[in-house]
């Protein structure tokens, strides 16, 4: 069975950047968070919770692949896309076209970062925020 | 001999089936005994005691080779860090 | 810088707004952190010109390992106390060793004053000071947002600032870091307002390979796992640090009301538990920490007539709840949270600020300060009335406020009541009446912190025994030396159980610095060195200071303390300090 990314914790969310810093190292081999594919942000000033702002892993319609004019977006199964590096010419149409805003994009590499559902940032949250949910092998 | 005991925080863990519903403390009865010294309680609860910070007689603060009687109250705290 | 050799430094001239970048291959011998920023200090500072003098530095480091392994989160900040008018040393977490990780840089000194108030801005690609004179006046929470607002730009970002108790140079005053951390003690913030600087903002996104993957991911995963394993994690995170209200106060080291006790009846309405079902509303953690000590309560106050309410969210934790609990007979949370929340807005040093007060409610009690200079009928649990002292501290409303505002030292040598004013070495006490291990190290260590060689431990772990001297000598020694190395990575106190010395060896391995065991002794030494070394050249000697009476009259947690027995273990300790002070420093020659 596939797995898929959760935020469904987030209420208890304490904004260590465990989670960006181990996706950033582990996706990208980099300490910079600005590579991670998972941020965490504020609502203006600490004085107010945290959100996550991350792939849905949207399983019929997925904006960002739509958007992609070279097809270098392809279904991951059990929802979300996967990025084929060699074909991207980082266009950026798939930032703009993902409504939740979990497309990034990285300029030294002139890639999108865009969530594998791989899982390390759940394995590093203290506070469960962050979970994997098995998830129908759709396409 | 029946004393009651009060754990406080990470040292409930010792004695997780020792404590009822909701309650901050239990009552433990030692057979045999009219009379057991606060040290061999810690180690009877299997708290490490390097956890331990200190612990009170009847909210009064005691020596580790201090007696405990029938009927008395024992809180024991964990040790104090600060950063 | 990780995999470098070599410290950057950013240099910032207020007066001549010259900004200049010094790639220091010589410090290195100083490892980061407090070595880095001691190193700087003394070579920026004029021990002839006083704390507040325009051409005293500001200084602030991250660590050799800051942000990339769990719980390495603080920032070291450096400078001459206005408070003590010695060693100025203070550590702040929240996100700033993370963004100027990410800025590039190691370490950041300040110098000059500004023509005009003024923030300053640092980011990867630049530095800017830029008019701050709309800010003037404004609380640290306010200036905060106006910052957040007006300033964009990609990245994290960590903006700290000062209050009007800065800006009015009130010699404990403290810069707020990220809203709910600070460098608190030791008068940071009058430095600032020496400036005229009221913030900083400090952004980055630096890209920054990680050349060995395989290492830095097995290291982090350990220690990760480490420390979410460890008691520390439950205990801290849960109820937070005021967990250790009820227990001080049960074995009688709690100070309460002006140290007349060190106990406290109402110890309980005002524990972590109190806190958390009362008024507990977040819990947050530094960058990179995964325990989140940080604790978020909520208040509501009637601001006017008419059911006007508002809700008031402050951070809490034990030391704030003991100098403006405790030792300030205030017996309930909200009260507590209300005091906080004024001494927050106005930027000033809670500890300080609660003795300072504890010190007014004697006096004015005796008679040696009158209600009309206190203008409030000051006493110890009328938190309205505390709090709006506090304001008259910050703004300076009359002398005797004024002089306040210079410490409980300066005030109690005024007006009397040296006995009753609880300092030590001018900085005012810590939270915890132990023991000759808590008095005697905060007077011996290096910025008379109870952090600098956690004296009050020695006194818990020791307390049936009877006192050895040389034994407390040695482990007030040892464990100052250690925390220099601790504090040049800069850890977290709270996870220092977790980074034994095999960890911070794997740890700096994982950064490029391969030192054994005995390097790493040799560079903790060189750093007490340093700091011995500015003391002595800003004129402390142990032998000097002397401590009010009060100290020894309150049984501790082991008892009554003896003044001749005090001075004694402290004149053992400067002994040593000598001892260090003239040991030659062979190995620094490895470094250069
Ligand atoms: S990146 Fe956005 S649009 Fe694409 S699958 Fe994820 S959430 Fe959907
Ligand atoms: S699931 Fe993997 S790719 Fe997605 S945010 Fe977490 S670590 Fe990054
Ligand atoms: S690791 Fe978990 S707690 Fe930490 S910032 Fe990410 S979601 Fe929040
Ligand atoms: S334990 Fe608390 S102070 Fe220390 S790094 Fe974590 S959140 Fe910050």
Known sequence: MARALRTDGMRKCIGCFSCMTVCAAVNKHNFSISKSAIKIKTNGGLKHGFYATVCHACKDDRACLEACPTGALVERKGGGVLLNKDMCTGCKKCVDACIVGAVFFDEEENLPIICKHCGSCTRFCPHQCLTMEEVDDVL | MVITVELFHTLKKYNKERFKDDENSFELSIDGRDEILLDELVSLLNIPDEEVGFATINSVKHNWNDPIKDGDRIKIFPVIIAG | ?592
């Open chain 3, 1 to 592: 810088m990780f995999y470098k050799d070599y410290i950057r430094v950013l240099n910032i001239n207020l007066s001549t707004g010259r900004i200049r970048v010094d790639k220091r291959k010589d410090l290195r011998a100083y490892l980061g952190g407090v070595g880095v920023a001691s190193k700087l200090l003394q070579e920026n500072m004029n021990p002839d010109l006083p704390p507040l003098h325009e051409d005293q530095p500001i200084i602030f480091a991250i660590g050799a390992a800051s942000s990339v392994f769990p719980v390495i989160t603080k920032t070291v900040a450096m400078f001459v106390s206005p408070l003590t008018g010695e060693l100025g040393e203070s550590y702040a977490g929240g996100r700033l060793a993370f963004t100027m990780l990410h800025a590039g840089y190691d370490a950041i000194v300040i110098t000059g004053k500004s023509q005009k108030p003024c923030y300053v801005t640092v980011t990867q690609t630049g530095v800017e000071i830029k008019d701050a004179r709309a800010f003037w006046g404004m609380d640290s929470d306010k200036v905060g947002s106006y910052i957040r607002n007006r300033e964009h730009g990609s990245g994290k970002r960590s903006i700290i600032r000062i209050g009007p108790a800065g800006e009015n140079l009130c010699s404990y005053a403290s810069v707020c870091v990220d809203t709910y951390r600070h460098f608190g003690r030791l008068g940071l913030g009058a430095v600032f307002g020496s400036k005229l600087m009221k913030a900083m903002q400090v952004t980055g996104d630096l890209p920054m390979p990680i050349p060995n993957f395989k290492d830095y991911f097995k290291t982090y995963s350990k220690l990760y796992k480490q420390v979410t394993e460890t008691e520390v994690m439950a205990k801290y995170h849960d109820a937070g640090t005021p967990i250790n209200v009820e227990p001080l106060s049960a074995m009688g080291g709690l100070p309460t009301r002006n140290l007349t006790s060190g106990t406290f009846e109402h110890a309980e309405n005002i524990s972590g538990e109190a806190f958390a079902k009362n008024n507990l509303i977040r819990k947050m953690a530094c960058t990179g920490c995964p325990v989140g000590c940080i604790h978020i309560g909520q208040f509501r106050r009637e601001f006017d007539h008419g059911y006007e309410y508002e809700a008031i969210s402050v951070g809490y934790d034990y030391e704030l709840i003991y100098a403006l609990g405790s030792f300030l007979g205030v017996d309930n949370t909200d009260g507590v949270l209300y005091v906080i929340d004024a001494v927050e807005r106005n930027g000033l040093d809670a500890m300080s600020c609660g003795v300072v007060l504890g010190w007014a409610c004697e006096a004015l009690e005796r008679g040696i300060i009158t209600e009309e200079q206190t203008i409030l009928p000051l006493k110890m649990g009328d938190y309205v009335n505390l709090a709006k002292a506090v304001d008259y501290i910050a703004q300076g409303v009359n002398q005797l406020y004024t002089d306040m505002g210079k410490g409980v030292k300066h005030v109690a040598k005024k007006y009397g009541g040296y006995d009753f004013g609880m300092q030590i070495a001018g900085n005012e006490m810590p939270g915890y009446h132990t023991g000759y291990g808590s008095l005697v190290g905060a007077l011996v260590g290096a910025r008379h912190s109870h952090l600098c060689n956690a004296g009050y431990s020695y006194d818990q772990s020791n307390r049936d025994k009877e006192l050895d001297k040389e034994k407390l000598v040695d482990y007030l020694i040892s464990e100052e030396i250690e925390r220099c190395l601790l504090n040049s990575l800069i850890i977290c106190l709270f996870a220092r159980k977790v980074y034994s010395r095999e960890n911070i060896r794997m740890v700096l391995k994982c950064v490029g610095l391969d030192y054994t065991d005995e390097t790493l002794t040799d560079i903790a030494k060189r750093i007490l060195r340093t700091k011995l070394e500015i003391k002595k050249s800003l004129g402390f000697a142990i032998q000097d200071v002397k401590l009010p009476k009060r100290f020894f009259e309150t049984p501790t947690t082991t008892g009554k303390l003896d003044q001749y027995m005090a001075n004694e273990i402290a004149e053992e300790y400067a002994r040593r300090c000598e001892e260090i002070l003239a040991e030659e420093d062979e190995s620094i020659k490895e470094f250069v």
